[in-house]
């Protein structure tokens, strides 16, 4: 169960439910891919423990940058319900944004080219007198705005 689910008050209902980007993925996977392709020409133009060393060095980079990424992925929850937007992140010391859908104004979608081809982008939430910060590197930015603008 996670904090979405801890948090709806009764009646509420998840009508769009969203987390960060899989492209977080790909900086890890580009490093783990380089180290093997280092590792490859290495083997054959350098003695014996420097190919190893180059390996070792940027996989662990990589595997590290993968864990994070992961770990982003898991800690985000994101989530339009009936009533409200909520946006949760972090896992010990946690940081959470509520908005009811009556105070909200606009949805602002930024799309990259990049966030176009891997359907990610920027969304920021414009209140009555507040707004919430930017979400960054959200997946399928245009769904989050339409089941808002549903409402």
């Known amino acids: 169960m996670g904090y979405l689910d ?14 960060v980007s899989h492209t977080l993925y790909y900086p890890g996977a580009g490093l783990i ?8 020409l ?31 992925r898991w800690v985000t929850e994101i989530a339009v319900t009936n009533q409200r ?14 908005m009811n859908m009556d105070k909200v104004e606009s949805v602002d979608v930024d799309q990259s080219l990049l966030g176009r081809l891997f359907n990610y982008g920027n969304i920021t939430v414009r209140g009555v007198g507040t707004g919430f910060e930017p ?8 769904r989050f705005r339409s089941q808002v603008g549903a409402r």
Do not use: C
């Not at 891919?33 to 490859?40: D, I, W």
């Not at 937007?85 to 509520?98: A, S, V």
């Open 85 to 98: 937007i909520i946006l949760k992140r972090g896992f010990i010391r946690r940081h959470t944004i509520e």
């Open 33 to 40: 891919v380089l180290a093997l392709v280092v590792f490859g």
């Open 42 to 72: 290495a083997s054959a133009a350098l003695p014996a423990p420097w190919p190893v060393a180059f390996l070792v060095v940027l996989g662990l980079a990589g595997i590290v940058l993968l864990v994070r990424a992961w770990f982003q």
């Open 6 to 19: 801890k948090v709806l008050q009764p009646g509420e209902t998840i009508l769009y439910r969203t987390t």
């Open 135 to 142: 979400f960054r590197m959200i997946d399928n930015p245009l």
